[in-house]
C-alpha cells in the first residue's frame, strides 16, 4: 500500500505510514446526511402519491360498482333518511 502524502510503499497491514506518519486508513468517500434521507424519501413519496392517483384516475372504468344493499354503511347519510 503506497503513502498518499509521500508514496512511500508500506505494508498492507500497516495503519500508519513508516515515512511521514500519516495514516493510510481509508476515509469514507461519502455519508449522507439528515437533509439528503429527508429529500430521498419525500421523492419516493411523492412519486408514490403520484403514481397512486394517476393509476386510480386510469383504472376508473374498470373498477366495479358494488349495489347499495350489499354495503349499507356506504349511504350517505341524507338517503337513510
Known sequence: MKCPKCNVENKE???VCK???TSLA???VW???WQWHAKTLGI???VLIIL???LNALFKPYMRKLPKDITPWLKSVQETK
Do not use: D, R, V, Y
Open 13 to 15: 497491514e500497516a495503519k
Open 19 to 21: 515515512k511521514c506518519g
Open 26 to 28: 481509508l476515509k469514507p
Open 31 to 33: 455519508t449522507p446526511n
Open 44 to 46: 419516493i413519496f411523492g
Open 52 to 54: 397512486f392517483f394517476s
